[in-house]
């Protein structure tokens, strides 16, 4: 009895002790390695990548067009010729496509400020300043929205009071910003009419605030990147001439 007893006791401190203990994490530690032109390079991998570099530089740097001048997307305070031109070319590029497939047109195109990320200078345009401009994966969809939507967008416009692209619309303000008068493709807007607006997937969904896309009539992804079109755009055209006008102004 006393030995059956030993071994029990034995056997219970032997399995208690192997029981795994639950580990907590106390704190993660770590440090700052700084990269800079003390870090000396890899000769092999440097020498493995070259063409590569080489290959990609020649293509970034080929020339497309022509630019008179510099245009920023900071012109002008409600519309710039930079925007505009951006609004161009998502028409002009992507209506044929639109067209092709639905039998219908783009009726307008909105794009938003913040996604125009770099100027067009002075002098050759290449496909590095396509990259520059539209550095993001956006693609072109056109939604058939009504046009109490349309309506939306344009409440959106005038208090956002910023140059904010857009092609077809037309909005007129006071000098105090309120909305004076606003159309679409020289018509006033109707409500119950249905429009077709192009614009990015960012912004379709929900990009920059932009909600009055959804719900809608329907949806085409034309699966063409602004930023191609823009290369596109470029090939066909020698020298670019964009202009600001009178689609969004105050009088």
Same mark, same amino acid.
């Given at each position: 009895?006393?030995?059956?007893?030993?071994?029990?006791?034995?056997?219970?401190?032997?399995?208690?002790?192997?029981?795994?203990?639950?580990?907590?994490?106390?704190?993660?530690?770590?440090?700052?390695?700084?990269?800079?032109?003390?870090?000396?390079?890899?000769?092999?991998?440097?020498?493995?990548?070259?063409?590569?570099?080489?290959?990609?530089?020649?293509?970034?740097?080929?020339?497309?067009?022509?630019?008179?001048?510099?245009?920023?997307?900071?012109?002008?305070?409600?519309?710039?010729?930079?925007?505009?031109?951006?609004?161009?070319?998502?028409?002009?590029?992507? !209506?044929? %496509?639109?067209?092709?497939?639905? /039998? +219908? *047109? =783009? &009726?307008?195109?909105?794009?938003? #400020?913040?996604?125009?990320?770099?100027?067009?200078?002075?002098?050759?345009?290449?496909?590095?300043?396509?990259?520059?401009?539209?550095?993001?994966?956006?693609?072109?969809?056109?939604?058939?929205?009504?046009?109490?939507?349309?309506?939306?967008?344009?409440?959106?416009?005038?208090?956002?009071?910023?140059?904010?692209?857009?092609?077809?619309?037309?909005?007129?303000?006071?000098?105090?910003? !309120?909305? %004076?008068?606003?159309?679409?493709? /020289? +018509? *006033? =807007? &109707?409500?119950?009419?249905?429009? #077709?607006?192009?614009?990015?997937?960012?912004?379709?969904?929900?990009?920059?605030?932009?909600?009055?896309?959804?719900?809608?009539?329907?949806?085409?992804?034309?699966?063409?990147?602004?930023?191609?079109?823009?290369?596109?755009?470029?090939?066909?055209?020698?020298?670019?001439?964009?202009?600001?006008?009178?689609?969004?102004?105050?009088?």
């Amino acid at each position: 009895m006393r030995f059956t007893l030993l071994f029990f006791l034995l056997n219970f401190l032997f399995f208690s002790s192997c029981k795994e203990e639950k580990l907590h994490l106390i704190k993660i530690e770590g440090k700052q390695i700084k990269i800079t032109d003390s870090l000396s390079s890899n000769q092999h991998i440097e020498d493995f990548i070259k063409p590569f570099r080489e290959h990609i530089n020649k293509d970034l740097d080929s020339v497309l067009a022509y630019s008179p001048n510099t245009f920023t997307k900071d012109d002008d305070e409600l519309n710039t010729a930079l925007g505009n031109l951006m609004t161009n070319i998502v028409f002009s590029q992507g !209506n044929p %496509i639109f067209n092709k497939r639905t /039998g +219908k *047109n =783009i &009726d307008a195109v909105v794009l938003n #400020h913040g996604g125009i990320r770099a100027p067009i200078s002075e002098g050759v345009i290449t496909t590095r300043t396509a990259y520059q401009v539209m550095p993001f994966e956006n693609k072109i969809v056109v939604a058939g929205i009504k046009g109490n939507k349309v309506n939306e967008i344009v409440d959106y416009l005038v208090k956002s009071k910023r140059a904010h692209p857009f092609l077809g619309l037309k909005i007129l303000l006071d000098q105090e910003y !309120n909305l %004076i008068e606003a159309s679409i493709n /020289g +018509k *006033n =807007i &109707d409500e119950n009419k249905t429009y #077709h607006i192009a614009t990015s997937d960012y912004l379709y969904n929900s990009g920059d605030n932009m909600s009055f896309f959804k719900p809608n009539e329907s949806m085409l992804n034309l699966d063409y990147k602004i930023r191609n079109a823009m290369i596109d755009y470029f090939k066909k055209v020698d020298t670019i001439n964009p202009v600001r006008d009178d689609r969004f102004i105050r009088q």
